[in-house]
């Protein structure tokens, strides 16, 4: 897999990025540890070579599978972690990070973003400027090499590169989620900020392996997503019955042809959530995938089915 620069830092990412808030157990079900290691593992002998997690991604305990999992390759991998809305404040920033390196058990985060922006989840309305100093501290002590925001708005996001550089945005994007485009793409593109896709294969609506009547198990916090609500089911299934053909042309599977249509977009990342190894490895494949243009805009236009009639609120969930 080709790597890419991330913004203007030095740090060169894979154009699949996995995802481990499976592995940090909250809000999903069925998650085993030791599948969460393999799945990691795998995914870096597939090719993948950055990993996203979050402190607030069960309590620390994502950070820590992940740090343990890539304990012998530290220096040959990019871990890009989060620090959580409730945890804006200056001192908060430094408690959080310091934590999040203990959990990840090294002494440097390469991408420490901004989870969600002030205010949000109840919590205290922290101004920017004030986190953004912590940030900018934090890297100007090598504890972080880049930093980067997730879920703000153009806006936001321009707030807060007027307080030091900004190299990624980490937005719900997918086939079936395109909100971001109209408001920070172009401004990410003007100011090589990478953006990150989060939600990349619609939390696996993508993949073509929920049917009509698929319920989640108790304690599986998508059955909060929009996009599985029954409203926008029919649409749901009428797309993925068109990208199923494209796919079977190109020798894959619907979730690497969702993945392969991002990251054709120059300076767009995917990050792929992964509950085992079988998945991180079929992810990583993706990363390999080069769909023809004919193909891209196909996939493009089918895409709208179910993005055209949704609402203009950023957010995929009702929390
Ligand atoms: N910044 C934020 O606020 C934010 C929010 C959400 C996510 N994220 C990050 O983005 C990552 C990805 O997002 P996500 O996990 O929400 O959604 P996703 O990557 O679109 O979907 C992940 C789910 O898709 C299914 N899946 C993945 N690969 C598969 C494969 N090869 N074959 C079949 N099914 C497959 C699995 O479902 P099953 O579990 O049902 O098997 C998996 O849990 C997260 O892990 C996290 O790191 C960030």
């Known amino acids: 897999m080709e790597l890419r620069t991330l913004g203007t830092s030095s740090i060169r990412i894979s154009p699949v990025i996995m995802g481990t808030w499976q592995a940090g157990k909250d809000m999903w079900v069925g998650i085993d540890d030791a599948e969460s290691t393999r799945a990691i593992k795998s995914a870096y002998d597939a090719g993948i070579t950055t990993f996203d997690t979050a402190e607030v991604y069960g309590n620390g305990h994502s950070e820590r599978i992940v740090g343990n999992a890539l304990n012998g390759v530290r220096d040959r991998v990019v871990i890009a972690t989060k620090v959580f809305s409730n945890h804006l404040e200056y001192n908060q920033v430094i408690d959080a990070c310091h934590r999040s390196l203990k959990n990840l058990n090294t002494d440097y985060i390469d991408l420490y973003q901004i989870h969600w922006p002030p205010g949000t989840f109840g919590a205290k309305k922290v101004p920017l400027e004030e986190t953004m100093r912590a940030m900018t501290d934090l890297k ?3 504890k972080i090499r880049a930093i980067g925001v997730s879920n703000f ?4 996001l321009e707030e807060a ?3 030091g550089r900004i190299d990624s945005l980490q937005p719900p994007y997918s086939l079936f989620w ?6 920070a793409f172009p401004y990410c593109r003007k100011n090589k900020i990478t953006v990150l896709a989060y939600s990349s294969m619609a939390q696996g609506l993508l993949t073509g392996k929920f049917g009509r009547d698929h319920t989640f198990a108790k304690g599986d916090h998508r059955f909060r997503n929009k996009l599985f609500q029954p409203k926008n089911f029919k649409r ?3 797309a993925l019955d068109k990208l199923r053909p494209i796919a079977a042309a190109n020798h894959i599977t619907l979730g690497q042809l969702a993945l392969a249509w991002i990251i054709s977009q120059p300076g767009v990342c995917a990050i792929a ?3 085992n190894s079988e998945q991180a490895v079929q992810n990583a494949a993706a990363g390999n995938v080069c769909l023809s243009d004919e193909d891209l805009m196909a996939v493009d236009t089918i895409g709208r089915i179910v993005t055209d009639p949704l609402d203009d609120d950023p957010v995929m969930w009702e929390w």
Do not use: P
Not at 153 to 156: F, G, K, L, P, T
Not at 178 to 183: I, N
């Open 140 to 142: 100007a002590q090598g």
């Open 273 to 275: 959530g992964a509950r």
């Open 236 to 238: 749901v299934q009428e």
């Open 161 to 163: 590169a007027t307080y």
């Open 153 to 156: 708005s153009r806006r936001q």
């Open 178 to 183: 395109r909100k971001v485009e109209k408001d």
